[in-house]
């Protein structure tokens, strides 16, 4: 069973940076995604940015220039370099991990939740503008 476990959430100043991780663990298969998704007060949980195991990314347009995933192998853990913060960034960050998904032009990682089946508990993030 794969457990995700997040940290390194935390309140910071528009403008500023913070770094998440996602300790991961149980997980078996060669090829998969593994996933940021955050969920705001009152609005849907919203993909951020994709990690496939070949090594490709993918990200949100709100998001991308401004956000790096990535992962460390040793430690097996997923991060989330986070800069130039806006107040609108402030959300419940998830951690998920998912199968890729198959297409003619081959596998990738979907940004819908519905493609994920394992979830860490959540880590906030609160931006002040």
């Known amino acids: 069973q794969v457990q995700l476990v997040e940290s390194g959430g935390g309140s910071v100043q528009a403008g500023g940076s913070l770094r998440l991780s996602c300790a991961a663990s149980?997980?078996?298969?060669?090829?998969?995604?593994m996933g940021w998704f955050r969920q705001a007060p009152g609005k849907m949980r919203e993909g951020v940015a994709v990690f496939d195991s070949d090594g490709s990314t993918n990200y949100a347009d709100s998001v991308r220039g401004r956000f790096t995933i990535s992962k460390d192998n040793a430690k097996n853990t997923l991060l989330l370099q986070m800069n130039s913060l806006k107040h609108e960034d402030t959300a419940m960050y998830y951690c998920?991990?998912?199968?890729?998904?198959?297409?003619?032009?081959?596998?990738?990682?979907?940004?819908?939740?519905?493609?994920?089946?394992?979830w860490g508990q959540g880590t906030q993030v609160t931006v002040s503008s």
């Open positions: 998920a991990a998912g199968p890729t998904l198959r297409a003619r032009s081959g596998d990738y990682c979907s940004f819908s939740q519905n493609f994920y089946g394992s």
């Open positions: 149980g997980y078996t298969s060669n090829r998969y995604c």
